[in-house]
């Protein structure tokens, strides 16, 4: 829950930011200076770049925290009863310990978008975040495609 609080937070400031940067965009862009102008622009694409990677961020959130919220209500996620760091992460010998169980059942059922999930949980508990959030993003694709499909 704190996460989402902090996504909202960040969402709201980021919102402020762009009406401000924006404003003074069109200011620099009624400036006959080139200089002026190519700021403008930029204070322009920028901002835009900001608000489609939290857009990206957002969406990935929501989207993972679903299907976590799925497996959980089918008692489909993992035991989250590894030894934690004092940090409160787990022990990433414990985890990598555990890891082959996970990748054995996504070399078995590459369709699953379930084993898929359990990987990406896997991987970040082992640490590695980039491959934990590619593993998830392969289960949310796998998820929708099955969604997707007539009965």
Do not use: N
């Not at 400031?13 to 965009?25: D, F």
């Not at 930029?42 to 939290?54: D, H, K, Q, R, S």
């Not at 990406?120 to 593993?135: I, L, W």
């Amino acid at each position: 829950m704190k996460g989402r609080w902090a996504a909202i937070v960040m969402a709201a400031v980021l919102v402020l930011y762009v009406v401000l940067v924006m404003q003074t965009s069109f200011r620099l862009l009624a400036v006959d200076e080139p200089v002026a102008k190519a700021l403008g622009i930029a204070l322009i694409v920028l901002p835009l770049l900001g608000c489609w990677a939290l857009w990206a961020e957002l969406r990935f959130g929501v989207r993972s925290q679903r299907l976590a919220q799925t497996l959980q209500s089918e008692g489909g996620l993992p035991a989250d009863d590894l030894p934690k760091r004092a940090s409160g992460r787990p022990d990433r010998a414990a985890a990598d310990a555990r890891f082959g169980h996970f990748q054995a059942a996504v070399e078995a059922e590459p369709g699953s978008w379930m084993a898929w999930f359990r990987l990406g949980m896997a991987y970040d508990a082992s640490g590695d975040r980039r491959r934990a959030r590619q593993s998830i993003r392969r289960a949310i694709e796998l998820e929708q495609t099955g969604r997707r499909r007539p009965a």
